[in-house]
């Protein structure tokens, strides 16, 4: 469940494709529920997959692996195809 107030800072991605952005946000929101992260948790993983999936071309070809998810929720700048910031950074 949501709580009120549960917020998390979007990403800045370079556009290339918005195909697939939602399902890749709803991915990355399922796949903290199946690590029982908190809301927040999954949020935040839920945008970092979103972000990632618009900076390629196509659908599939734009969903994060889970290392290259879990390396931009924890800012790690070694994600090569990421050319964004988090807002709020």
Known sequence: MIEEGDRVAGYDARVVNTVGAG???VAGFLAGRLRSWRT??????ANACGAWSVTVPGDVKGLPADDEA??????????ERWKGRRHGS
Not at 40 to 45: C, H, K
């Open 70 to 79: 879990l390396a931009l929720l924890h800012g790690r700048p070694e994600v």
């Open 23 to 25: 399902d890749a946000f």
């Open 40 to 45: 927040g948790v999954r949020l935040e993983m």
